[in-house]
């Protein structure tokens, strides 16, 4: 249901956009971000946009990534400036009808997952 897009290789300082779609559900009165997974290294919290439009980030990507949200096409984006080798890794889109606040930031609070692309950054 999330089909996830724009991965690939990029060099450091360089920038790329991955988007999101969902279909057959809609998620616009819900919470829709991104995870990333690093090789051998567990899928951490990325970004999260709400239906508000309030958006939240990790501390690694905080005034390098910025997430948007077009309800119409139920797409979620995450735009990726100033690349670092370190941001390497499998992106996953995530998105949930209902989370509370403090759940946002867990792997296992989400329903909905897309299937991940790939984001390689060569220094």
């Known amino acids: 249901q999330l089909q996830a897009s724009g991965g690939g290789l990029v060099q450091a300082g360089g920038s790329l ?70 941001d390497t890794a499998l992106y996953y889109c995530a998105a949930d009808s209902s989370l509370i606040y403090s759940s946002q930031f867990r792997v296992s609070s989400y329903n909905y997952w897309g299937q991940g692309t790939l984001v390689t950054v060569s220094s």
């Open 17 to 86: 956009k991955l988007s999101c779609a969902a279909s057959g559900r809609t998620f616009s009165r819900g919470v829709m971000g991104w995870f990333r997974q690093a090789p051998g290294k567990e899928r951490v919290f990325v970004a999260t946009i709400w239906r508000s439009g309030t958006t939240y980030y990790s501390d690694s990507v905080k005034g390098r990534f910025t997430i948007s949200r077009d309800d119409a096409k139920n797409t979620v984006y995450l735009q990726m400036d100033s690349l670092k080798p370190e």
